[in-house]
């Protein structure tokens, strides 16, 4: 079946340094959409990125999806202790709205 | 306003009771969803609604049953669930009349489930 990694699973950073997670799909998807969940919380919506190639930045976050809209990136700034959590990335497959999620990246910043 | 509600909260159930787990939203949403979410784990998704109609069941087993009263609301009937059902339930829901390609979802607070 349909599968979405991430990587790394896991990152520890110190506070001021930046962070990359990588969202790759075994399908293409019909658009690319990222998550972050605080721990004991519920997945909060961060960004949609939709045409291929597409670059977004929101503050210290870059988001790309990559050309054959199967992989896609979150790229943080100078990481901050309120970036704690984990990042998901989750996309419809092609034409449905059967979303699938990523496996997950957990972010831990060190003070 | 995204606001997706879910109620209630926490609920912890013997194997032989029957709950049930609500969500509402009010932003006029017309596709809805179910999903589970162990600890530790990605959401996995169980069901989906597209206009008040059940679109796609990702083979959950029948002791979780759905249901969609109107475009608002959602619900998620429990029956002889066994301990390993226990997880966090989360409900989301997305405009679903423009096509998937430029849909986005929004999440609902979740049930945080135990069964004993």
């Known amino acids: 079946g349909q599968q979405v990694m991430q990587i790394p699973q896991y990152q520890h950073v110190q506070e001021g340094e930046d962070f990359t997670t990588y969202c790759n799909s075994s399908?293409?998807?019909?658009?690319i959409q990222w998550y972050k969940q605080r721990p004991g919380g519920h997945p909060v919506f961060l960004i949609q990125?939709?045409?291929?190639?597409e670059v977004k930045k929101q503050k210290r976050l870059t988001f790309q999806f990559g050309e054959a809209k199967k992989n896609s990136s979150l790229h943080i700034t100078a990481t901050q202790t309120t970036d704690v959590g984990t990042y998901f990335c989750a996309g419809p497959r092609l034409g449905t709205y059967k979303y699938i999620f990523g496996t997950g990246t957990r972010l831990k910043v060190l003070a | 306003d995204t606001e997706v509600t879910q109620t209630p909260k926490h609920l912890v159930m013997g194997m032989t009771n029957k709950k049930s787990l609500k969500c509402e939203q009010h932003m006029g949403h017309r596709a809805m969803y179910w999903y589970k979410q162990k600890a530790k784990k990605p959401p996995e998704l169980m069901f989906v609604?597209?206009?008040?109609?059940?679109?796609i069941n990702e083979s959950v087993p029948s002791r979780f049953s759905p249901e969609c009263p109107n475009s608002s609301l959602l619900n998620l009937h429990l029956h002889a669930l066994q301990p390993e059902d226990s997880a966090l339930y989360l409900c989301?829901?997305?405009?679903?009349?423009?096509?998937?390609?430029?849909?986005?979802?929004?999440f609902g607070p979740g049930t945080r489930l135990t069964v004993l």
């Open positions: 990125l939709v045409k291929s190639g």
């Open positions: 989301a829901s997305s405009q679903g009349d423009g096509g998937p390609s430029t849909d986005t979802q929004y």
């Open positions: 399908t293409t998807l019909s658009n």
């Open positions: 609604y597209s206009y008040e109609k059940l679109s």
